[in-house]
């Protein structure tokens, strides 16, 4: 068993290497976490602008008014969530580069831009909210990929002008940044034209059809998440960060996913996707941390005998109501442990496809498109993240008691073994 | 004073350890400024520090961080997973102090 851990986890440690330290993953990942926090301005004014009951408190048009006054806020930031990334990834990528990072970001969001359609409807000089949010997204990451390494090349090319000495360094900044920039930009623009003769009229479109839409399709589907789930789990049984590596190839397909909810939340029509980004965030990370173990210290304070039992239930209750629980991963221990093996990896699985049911038969309903951080603890968060929804939180309630049913027996046998050794140290 | 720097994903779980940690010091008598960041800050936190542990399930970052360390001349390291899970500031501060003086 040992030599078998052993093979596996060198299986494993170089995938999460790569995965973590690849450039470009490394970029996504923490352009995401630049858009996050108008990510989550913009989720609380949805919550506080859906407000369950105020309808009926205050009338309904006066509630149409309070909903009108507080749109702008999520309409600038949550939907429009691309524009953020997009920044944040050039802004990031350039800067690992060693160069002037501002201009990664803004060469980035203004190549995004030139790809952009600008006719809505008919109306020139309109660009849809939609391509910047949703729909935008996996064209909007590629632009920015693409946008920094073309800035990075001409700038080391060296085209750039020179001032002479005695010019502010801020002036001779913003000149040399001129030439890179301009061919950048260019080169969009070229795309854009080429594109206009294409039956797809925009790269837009061209990706969205081709790449975007297949991808959170198979994304949405339950099979792909439990994949993402079980190598989450299987990174975290090594003592690996699991979302930290497959976050970031996943996290595009459920942010898209997420925004058209979204959208459909807050058009009041019926929202498409049960798996989102917060669906992995709040029903299964949300409850005490990865692999749901909330539930294993619920259990631990009812049926723990042993000293060490009890004294991790008490060490890692306050973290696990925020859903930090590496005292209990590391402390059972979970990581490497032949007995919890089974429950950690079952109890994810099992509670994603009662959860994945609930939701596409519309017993509860599906995520509203609404960022709930995932530090936030359990029942509020399903209830939030559900659109405020009580059967929200009473799914998430259930799926606890069904991982306690899962860990119990194991739990037991974990328990009793370090009792029994307690217990021989003590004679 | 010596000066420990703890990194993990979002620097949430090296700051449940930042308390026991001080406590443990407190205890000892040595002046101790400890810090947790998430791991994108590290390699700047970096600088300030005497000394950079490492949570174990972050422990594929430490190949991306020992050149860095290496430029700014402190040790650094991955925290036993075992100490880590009993959230141990005793047994951490010892190892990050072993590390500054070696």
Redesign the interface.
């Known amino acids: 068993m040992n030599k078998f851990m052993e093979f596996l986890e060198n299986i494993l440690l170089p995938i999460a290497d790569k995965l973590n330290n690849n450039r470009y993953l490394t970029a996504l990942r923490d352009g995401f976490m630049v858009a996050l926090p108008f990510i989550i301005f913009g989720s609380i004014f949805v919550v506080l602008a859906n407000l369950p009951f105020l309808d009926r408190l205050i009338g309904e048009e006066a509630f149409a008014t309070y909903q009108n006054a507080l749109a702008p806020a999520s309409e600038s930031t949550l939907s429009l969530m691309g524009l953020f990334v997009i920044v944040g990834i050039g802004y990031k990528l350039t800067q690992r580069y060693g160069l002037e990072a501002i201009y990664g970001g803004t060469v980035a969001i203004a190549s995004f831009l030139i790809l952009t359609p600008q006719v809505l409807e008919g109306v020139a000089g309109a660009i849809p909210a939609v391509s910047l949010g949703a729909e935008g997204m996996f064209l909007g990451i590629v632009t920015a990929f693409v946008s920094a390494e073309l800035y990075r090349f001409f700038t080391q090319k060296n085209w750039t002008i020179k001032m002479p000495a005695g010019v502010p360094d801020q002036v001779s900044k913003s000149f040399s940044a001129l030439i890179p920039v301009a061919l950048t930009l260019s080169i969009f623009l070229v795309l854009r034209i080429v594109f206009s003769f294409t039956p797809f009229d925009t790269i837009q479109n061209f990706i969205y059809t081709l790449i975007q839409e297949p991808l959170t399709a198979l994304g949405s589907g339950l099979p792909a998440t439990i994949i993402a789930v079980l190598l989450i789990q299987v990174f975290w049984f090594f003592g690996l960060h699991g979302q930290i590596i497959i976050n970031s190839v996943f996290d595009p397909i459920w942010y898209a996913l997420n925004n058209e909810n979204l959208q459909a939340f807050q058009a009041g029509q019926e929202i498409p996707n049960v798996v989102t980004k917060q669906f992995i965030d709040t029903f299964l990370v949300g409850m005490g941390g990865t692999g749901m173990t909330l539930a294993v210290i619920i259990l631990i304070l009812i049926i723990g005998r042993s000293r060490q039992m009890k004294e991790l239930g008490k060490l890692g209750a306050p973290a696990s109501i925020f859903n930090v629980n590496e005292p209990i991963i590391f402390g059972l221990p979970i990581v490497m442990n032949p007995l919890s093996l089974i429950p950690w990896i079952l109890a994810p699985v099992v509670v994603t496809i009662i959860t994945y049911f609930a939701m596409s038969t519309g017993i509860v309903p599906k995520p509203a498109g609404i960022i709930v951080p995932w530090t936030t603890p359990p029942l509020l968060s399903g209830f939030l993240a559900t659109g405020n929804a009580w059967q929200g939180a009473v799914l998430q309630a259930f799926n606890l008691v069904v991982v306690m049913i899962i860990w119990w027996p194991f739990l037991k046998i974990i328990d009793k073994s370090y009792y029994e050794n307690e217990k021989k140290s003590s004679n | 004073m010596k000066k420990i720097l703890l990194a ?2 979002a620097g ?2 090296t700051s ?1 350890l930042v308390k026991k940690m001080e406590e443990a010091a407190e205890a000892k008598g040595i002046e101790v400024t400890i810090w947790a960041v998430a ?2 800050k590290a390699p700047t936190e970096m600088e300030k520090a005497d000394v950079l542990l490492i ?7 430490k ?2 961080y020992t050149p860095v360390a290496e430029e700014v001349g402190i040790p650094l390291d991955v925290i036993d ?2 100490t ?4 141990d500031g005793e047994a951490v501060l010892n190892q990050a102090l072993e590390l500054i003086e070696k």
């Open positions: 993990c994903s949430m779980s449940l791991q994108d949570g174990p399930q972050m422990r594929f970052m190949k991306k997973p075992m880590y899970g009993r959230v």
